[in-house]
């Protein structure tokens, strides 16, 4: 059962903009959206802990400029003359016109309400706590969804995410992604990296042949500088990171680090000094390692893009639902495509 809401594509961009505040009671629009579809974006993982780059308020697309180098020193002269090179070039983060439509049982959401409020006769199903507690609600399920689209992407919905464009890492969903776009439909990323699939396994992932030091010696080799930015890191599922510590307490000889076996916990994860991001969104036994500023997640929040209705239905059809509606829009972009390596199994990257 999927408990995800529906991610619905909206097709055209709506090209009106929306009031500061509807006349319908339960309607919010622009900046007064904000409390509602902020956490629906915001409490994604990935972007909750800020991993990613983040740029809000678009409207529709922004242009994200990235500049590259090479040796750029040259012998002294008396005359100008321009070693071109420095190569500035672009990308474009284009939006996904996005929308949540949720029907919720008031019988199913009133008991779980009451017990975290305390039940008072002042309470109804119309106050607005329970309308916060409402919207709260689906906003938290709706941020599980954005944190799978922003990696997996969602079939004909959020049409690319960083490592798929259908939700599925196959060898046609991970060639159309993000991450891969950049490159041809032979080799889609020159820094893709090959995993025997026992390179994510428990008794393999510590060694020479295992997931972590293959990406690692493909970034030596190919874009060393990335390795002495602050904010590089290993971006991985909480699949891989849980196979990586279970190897960590039961290396040498069993005895783990510190000589505490599995009664351990590890509170941060790192490799060779470069942070290990645990990302829910991520697809197991695939690994990722670029800089933090290098991914960038953008979205219209702040914008008259955005919206979100609390509709009391039960009090016009006789039902006993009401409807929660969320509209933002959401869209995925790599800065420099070459300064990102990534791994997985050769099921699902071949040359």
Not at 184 to 211: H, M, R, Y
Request: proline letters at 4%.
């Amino acid at each position: 059962m999927n408990n995800f809401p529906k991610l619905q594509n909206r097709g055209v961009r709506r090209q009106f903009a929306n009031p500061a505040l509807d006349p319908t009671p339960g309607t919010y629009a622009g900046v007064l959206s904000a409390p509602f579809v902020a956490p629906a974006l915001k409490l994604a993982e990935t972007l909750n802990k800020g991993f990613v780059r983040q740029i809000d308020g678009i409207q529709n697309k922004a242009v994200i400029s990235n500049l590259s180098s090479t040796a750029n020193i040259q012998a002294a002269n008396c005359s100008w003359a321009d070693g071109d090179n420095l190569t500035l070039g672009e990308q474009v983060l284009e939006l996904t016109d996005l929308a949540v439509m949720e029907a919720l049982c008031r019988k199913t959401l009133l008991p779980t309400w009451a017990g975290m409020t305390g039940a008072r006769e002042t309470m109804t199903a119309g106050s607005p706590e329970f309308v916060n507690f409402a919207m709260a609600t689906v906003a938290g399920y709706t941020a599980q969804g954005v944190e799978v689209a922003i990696w997996q992407g969602i079939a004909t919905i959020v049409p690319q995410g960083f490592l798929s464009n259908s939700g599925t890492f196959d060898n046609a969903g991970y060639r159309a992604s993000k991450i891969a776009a950049a490159g041809t439909s032979a080799a889609p990323v020159a820094q893709e990296q090959i995993v025997t699939v026992a390179g994510f396994d428990t008794g393999l992932i510590l060694d020479a042949t295992g997931a972590f030091n293959q990406v690692y010696q493909k970034a030596v080799a190919t874009v060393s500088g990335i390795l002495n930015r602050t904010d590089v890191a290993f971006y991985c599922s909480p699949k891989t990171a849980g196979t990586y510590m279970h190897a960590l307490a039961n290396s040498g000889s069993s005895q783990g680090v510190n000589l505490q076996s599995t009664n351990q916990a590890f509170d941060t994860l790192q490799y060779l000094g470069i942070p290990i991001h645990v990302c829910p969104g991520m697809f197991d036994d695939a690994l990722v390692l670029t800089y933090e500023e290098n991914l960038v997640v953008g979205s219209n929040l702040m914008t008259d893009y955005t919206s979100a209705q609390y509709i009391d239905a039960w009090m016009y059809d006789g039902g006993d639902e009401v409807k929660i509606a969320l509209r933002f829009g959401l869209g995925m972009q790599v800065g420099i495509t070459s300064d990102v390596v990534i791994g997985a199994y050769t099921a699902v990257i071949t040359d």
